[in-house]
């Protein structure tokens, strides 16, 4: 990874060779970078966490990620043809500056928690695996990622992003495959925990996961910022399409893990760490473990570059005044290792993924689903409006969160939801949004 960074360094001539890989990634590296980008330790540790008290419903967790995906099938060449480097950049062309400004640093704040979710994965990889101090494991890799994506910029990450989607398919299904063939007892008597719904995990909860997680995947500046870089619009539309897919089948294979997982070790649950690793280096021949470190590290590196990258670019922007300027390589490195060092210190401090995830996630989903995706609809709100959509809808769906996670649950979630229709009440308020310029032409040619 290191030496990959190093070699793409050298083919940096411009800002958009740094920032979206000169806009030239083909149909497999952006479907490479989508899939490594999802795939990270929430995707992979995290299912496979949740299946020992949710079972066969953890598969939820990556099949409300593919639902994402598939609902931002027809919006994709939208987001190809009017983004440029970031999402804010985006909102800020449908809500103005301010909204941009706002949008710029809630969403780099709450990316500090998805970079420190991947930091936790790989440094309890790193621990169940080998034994390495949790901390040193933390700053290990925190190392690694923040170098060689400082130094090679999008189109490290696009080569990297490609070769470890390979590794993290071919080394869950290898895994999968080898315990399916292996073990008698059949995948479905495991547990009794059962799909879609049981104790563990209700329809209320995939009502509050559809709206917390899924959106991100259909308004997500990661998500985003892998579009930005597709070669063409359709380029970017079967790339979307066909991670959408991939995810479908690869939910089950990493909850058929972590439910044996639970089926070896029934008080798995009660033990500090991954599900995972414990049960996989008691099952596995050492090649089959080494194919999975391999796997897992791959899917955390991956996601953190990408994460990184994303938030310091976003931020990079308003402080550059424009990230064609010429000191905005410069600041985007300098607040990359700023940023990379804050993760760093959140993940020595929370070790749950799941627990940093969800909670970054529920601070943008809640400010940003509405106002972004009524804006590529082509409705236009004011200023004063939009603002104060985004900071009420954020901090509503993030208090109504830490309820949630401090044990009144369906309280938490209905205020989440409310976070939702109070961000949408308000940006809809007073009279009646516009539509854009583009948006009246198309609606004039259909008529």
Not at 134 to 146: L, M, P, T
Request: charged letters at 10%; glycine letters at 10%.
């Amino acid at each position: 990874m290191i030496l990959i960074g190093i070699f793409s360094a050298r083919k940096i001539r411009s800002e958009g060779d740094y920032y979206v890989a000169g806009k030239r990634g083909n149909l497999w590296q952006i479907t490479g970078s989508l899939l490594a980008t999802i795939l990270g330790s929430s995707a992979i540790l995290g299912t496979a966490d949740l299946a020992l008290t949710q079972g066969w419903a953890a598969s939820w967790l990556l099949l409300c990620a593919s639902a994402g995906l598939f609902l931002l099938v027809p919006f994709s060449m939208v987001v190809r043809r009017q983004g440029k480097y970031t999402l804010p950049q985006m909102i800020g062309d449908f809500y103005g500056i301010e909204a941009k400004m706002i949008s710029s640093f809630i969403i780099s704040f709450a990316w500090i928690g998805i970079i420190a979710a991947q930091i936790i994965g790989a440094a309890k990889i790193l621990n169940g695996f080998t034994g390495l101090d949790y901390s040193i494991g933390v700053w290990g890799s925190g190392a690694v990622f923040i170098f060689y994506t400082v130094i090679g910029g999008q189109i490290s990450v696009l080569k990297t992003d490609l070769y470890q989607t390979a590794i993290i398919l071919a080394g869950v299904l290898i895994t999968a495959l080898y315990i399916l063939f292996s073990e008698p007892v059949s995948p479905m008597a495991m547990t009794s925990l059962k799909f879609p719904f049981n104790e563990g995990f209700r329809a209320f909860d995939l009502v509050v996961l559809l709206l917390t997680y899924s959106t991100t995947f259909v308004v997500g500046p990661d998500i985003y910022s892998r579009i930005f870089c597709a070669e063409n619009e359709y380029i970017a539309r079967k790339s979307v399409l066909i991670s959408a897919i991939v995810l479908i089948p690869f939910s089950l294979c990493i909850t058929f893990l972590g439910v044996f997982a639970a089926y070896k070790f029934p008080g798995l649950h009660l033990q500090k760490g991954s599900a995972l690793i414990p049960v996989m280096v008691s099952t596995l021949p050492e090649w089959g473990v080494g194919l999975l470190i391999a796997a897992l590290l791959s899917a955390v590196m991956s996601s953190a570059s990408t994460a990184l990258l994303t938030s310091a670019t976003i931020i990079s922007d308003p402080v550059s005044k424009g990230l064609e300027q010429q000191n905005s390589l410069r600041n985007t490195k300098v607040i990359m290792l700023i940023i990379g060092i804050l993760s760093i210190i959140l993940a020595l401090n929370v070790q749950s993924i799941i627990q940093s995830l969800l909670i970054a996630l529920t601070i943008f989903s809640g400010a940003f689903i509405v106002p972004t995706a009524t804006g590529l609809l082509g409705f236009r709100a004011s200023k004063i409006r939009s603002g104060t959509a985004m900071i009420a809808g954020g901090v509503i769906a993030l208090t109504g969160k830490i309820i949630a996670l401090n044990g009144e649950n369906m309280f938490g979630n209905l205020l989440i939801i409310t976070g939702f229709v109070l961000n949408a009440l308000i940006l809809f308020s007073g009279n009646r949004p516009k539509l854009s310029t583009s948006q009246r032409k198309i609606n004039l040619t259909s008529k």
